[in-house]
């Protein structure tokens, strides 16, 4: 990061499927690891030292979307496929063997990001309307059963959803307020909305 040297290049079997970069892919204990996109549908563990590929984990499902690495395993969120419709699915895996231990079915058919912050887990989903994607929905789901414990609607669309200080941020813009900073804290589900002209 401070000469923009390109230190290694990595053949990967797997690469994320988003067409914005960034999605798909966590560092945890030095590791990269990176969920794959289209047909691949496995995660990929890549040894940071070495820069080899050390672990492939297959995963059930059409698409996977997100990851995120937590001390209860690793989450992915995997958009279904044939007979379990186009819902998406909160999996995790055990990081060490790579056995499925949860899967839970979410009530959306489109999510993005998977955060875990201070011993939660949650997911941005997102509302459709056939192929249309509107407002996001921030889902906490109980990291030890999988569970959903409760949905927080931002009553905006969120282009993306990050982890900072302990809290959940997310840009967004209503037609009455213009754009916006939402703060989500991940304890309580409460959400604190920051107009653009108060910042």
Do not use: C, K
């Amino acid at each position: 990061p401070d000469t923009v040297q390109v230190l290694a290049e990595i053949p990967s079997p797997v690469v994320p499927g988003w067409v914005t970069g960034g999605g798909s892919m966590e560092v945890a204990d030095g590791d990269l690891w990176v969920g794959g996109g289209g047909a691949s549908r496995r995660v990929v563990r890549i040894d940071g030292d070495t820069n080899a590929v050390i672990q492939e984990i297959p995963v059930e499902g059409g698409f996977l979307g997100d990851l995120a690495l937590d001390e209860h395993g690793l989450w992915v969120s995997v958009f279904g496929r044939g007979e379990e419709g186009q819902r998406i699915h909160m999996v995790r895996l055990d990081p060490a063997t790579g056995e499925e231990e949860i899967r839970v079915p979410m009530e959306s058919e489109y999510a993005r990001e998977v955060l875990t912050v201070v011993g939660t887990v949650w997911l941005h989903e997102r509302e459709t309307r056939g192929s249309v994607v509107g407002g996001s929905i921030l889902t906490r789901v109980d990291p030890a059963t999988g569970q959903v414990l409760e949905s927080v609607p931002l009553g905006t669309s969120a282009t993306v959803v990050v982890e900072g200080d302990g809290y959940i941020w997310a840009p967004g813009w209503t037609r009455a307020d213009g754009n916006l900073l939402l703060r989500l804290n991940p304890r309580t589900g409460d959400v604190v909305t920051y107009p653009s002209d108060s910042l």
